[in-house]
Each structure stands twice: as C-alpha cells, then as structure tokens.
C-alpha cells in the first residue's frame, strides 16, 4: 500500500501560479510513475503529468508550456508547478503512483481559477 498526501491546492486569478505537492508513504525510488490528474465537476478524470523513475515527462497538450512536473528524489516529493493558470484549469487535482500495474490515488486537492 501507498498513500499519497498532496497539498498546495487554493484560489488563484487568471495568470497566476500555484505548486501542487504530492509526498508518498514509501520511497520515490520504489515507484515506477508518478502523475498528476484533475477532474472538473461533470468531466471525467484525466491526465495533467506525468514523470518516469528515469525522469521522463509527459503532459496533455493543454497544459504544455505552462505546468511543469517534477520530482525531487532527495526530499521523496512529486511537484506540478502550474503557471499561467487559466479559468478551464479549475478542477480537483489528483495524485497518483503507479507500481508495477497497480495504481494508488491522493485524496485530491481542490484548484479553483477565478477569470
């Protein structure tokens, strides 16, 4: 089992920033992937980022030039620094592990952008 704590969430105007946090209960190194999701109300969850144990990155179009993922071995922590934020990126934000083919999800935090 891994549980996921992420902070960060709040309230932010149009073109501001916030950074998303995600600590996981076991060693970064133990996990395959990590990502960040979102899920706005009456849409489905779907990916923001993710980032390989190699440091590989993927991002949905949408959010490319303006979030970055990363990871810091030495302090076991997943970060999503979301810049130029805009209305449609208003969502709860989830994090998730995966290892091996098994997934563990965050409690998600709540990201809200007023235009």
């Known amino acids: 089992q891994v549980q996921l704590v992420e902070s960060g969430g709040g309230l932010v105007q149009a073109g501001g920033s916030l950074r998303l946090s995600c600590v996981p209960s076991?060693?970064?190194?133990?996990?395959?992937?990590m990502g960040w999701y979102r899920q706005a109300p009456g849409n489905q969850r779907e990916l923001v980022a993710t980032?390989?144990?190699?440091?590989?990155?993927n991002y949905r179009d949408s959010v490319k030039g303006r979030f970055t993922i990363s990871r810091s071995n030495a302090e076991s922590t997943v970060y999503l620094q979301m810049d130029s934020l805009k209305f449609e990126d208003t969502a709860v934000y989830y994090c998730?592990?995966?290892?091996?083919?098994?997934?563990?999800w965050g409690q998600g935090t709540q990201v809200t952008v007023s235009s």
């Open positions: 998730n592990a995966r290892i091996g083919w098994i997934e563990y």
């Open positions: 076991r060693s970064i190194f133990s996990i395959n992937v």
């Open positions: 980032i390989g144990s190699g440091g590989i990155t």
